[in-house]
């Protein structure tokens, strides 16, 4: 599977922004979609994850209430809304996916990055 994550931008704070994360093949259904962040000089961390069907949504206490989960297996892309964007939100943030439903880094397959900057 091919990542490519898109949709990153400068932004203020309490804005919003839709990531997209488009897949290659066949067998996007198959795989758990997960996003994944990392600000300078931090090490990379799991913002939110999905499930195959969509019925099992996890996301990190940092994020959980402004950012938003979801996938389109018809369409072969999985997205991420953030809404009521913060400052410390900035990072590059990535797509990634996995045979198994996870929070952690064991994620197979990943996307090449979007950045993401929330100005204050």
């Known amino acids: 599977v091919q990542l490519q994550a898109s949709g990153g931008g400068l932004v203020q704070a309490g804005g919003s922004l839709r990531l997209s994360c488009a897949a290659s093949?066949?067998?996007?259904?198959?795989?758990?979609m997960g996003w994944f962040r990392q600000a300078p000089g931090k090490e990379r961390e799991f913002v939110a994850a999905?499930?195959?069907?969509?019925?099992?949504?996890y996301y990190a206490d940092s994020v959980k209430g402004r950012f938003t989960i979801s996938r389109d297996n018809a369409k072969n892309t999985a997205y991420l809304q953030l809404n009521s964007l913060k400052p410390e939100d900035t990072a590059i943030y990535y797509c990634a996916a996995a045979r198994r439903l996870t929070t952690g880094l064991e994620y197979d397959y990943w996307g090449q990055g979007t950045l993401v900057t929330v100005s204050s």
């Open positions: 093949g066949r067998t996007f259904s198959s795989y758990i």
């Open positions: 999905v499930s195959r069907n969509r019925d099992v949504k």
